[in-house]
């Protein structure tokens, strides 16, 4: 099945901003505005950041952004906290059958 | 507030059939779609697929275990049957609630750990 590519890691300082990329394909991202991002703290469920590209559910801080260009999104995290350490996961529509699909994840370190 | 949560026999042995349920609160079942995904040790999540009430699924067709969902009224429930489950079936399954129009899982579980293992 087709997947979304992430970095295994990112990493950066309290106060600083990190971007995360998602690289998908026309399968996908670069056809539809069906991205969302979810963190997930070791051993929690995953939360829901952004859905729809841009868009954050109540509650969660304007401090998460998101962003698409061609194939690849983006999550950008600015004014980094120590409790926003925790693993990264884009995921996308699929029109190859799989409907929906996964990045590998991305571990944030906030150094 | 809404949440769901997941339970299963944890152990599985393989050619057996895994169930799991999952118990939603807060919210009754026929409102909303509802999807299952699963997480290895170390690996990507993976759609499994989504059910509503009428009968609607998607399964995802990479899988290689058969799977079916459906709904338990009485109890407000969803459940995830696989059948012939296998080593490569051993993950942590989340039941979330699914967002059809526009494909995100908006609550979840907090997932339910299932080793198939003889």
């Known amino acids: 099945q087709s997947a979304l590519t992430q970095p295994a890691s990112v990493s950066g300082s309290p106060g600083q901003s990190i971007t995360i990329s998602c690289s998908g394909s026309?399968?996908?991202?670069?056809?539809?505005?069906?991205v969302s991002w979810y963190q997930q703290h070791p051993d929690k469920a995953p939360k829901l950041l952004v859905y729809?590209?841009?868009h954050r559910p109540s509650g969660v801080p304007d401090r998460f952004s998101g962003s698409k260009s061609g194939s690849t999104a983006s999550l950008t995290i600015s004014g980094l906290q120590a409790e926003d350490e925790a693993d990264y996961y884009c995921?996308?529509?699929?029109?190859?059958?799989?409907?929906?699909?996964f990045g590998g994840g991305t571990t944030l370190t906030v150094l | 507030q809404m949440q769901l949560h997941e339970s299963g026999p944890g152990l599985v042995k393989p050619s057996e059939t895994l169930s799991l349920a999952c118990t939603i609160s807060?919210?009754?079942?026929?409102?909303?779609?509802w999807g299952w995904i699963r997480q290895a040790p170390g690996k990507r999540l993976e759609y499994i697929g989504f059910?509503?009430?009428?009968?609607?699924?998607n399964y995802n067709p990479s899988l290689r275990t058969p799977v079916t969902m459906s709904v338990d009224t009485s109890k407000n429930q969803v459940s995830l049957e696989m059948k012939s489950v296998t080593a490569a079936d051993s993950a942590l399954y989340y039941c979330?609630?699914?967002?059809?129009?526009?494909?995100?899982?908006?609550?979840w579980g907090r997932g339910t750990l299932v080793t198939v293992s003889s």
């Open positions: 995921s996308s529509f699929s029109n190859t059958g799989t409907l929906v699909i």
């Open positions: 059910f509503f009430l009428s009968g609607t699924t």
């Open positions: 729809e590209v841009s």
């Open positions: 807060g919210a009754s079942v026929h409102e909303y779609y």
């Open positions: 979330a609630r699914f967002r059809r129009g526009d494909y995100y899982f908006d609550v």
């Open positions: 026309s399968s996908d991202i670069g056809t539809y505005n069906f």
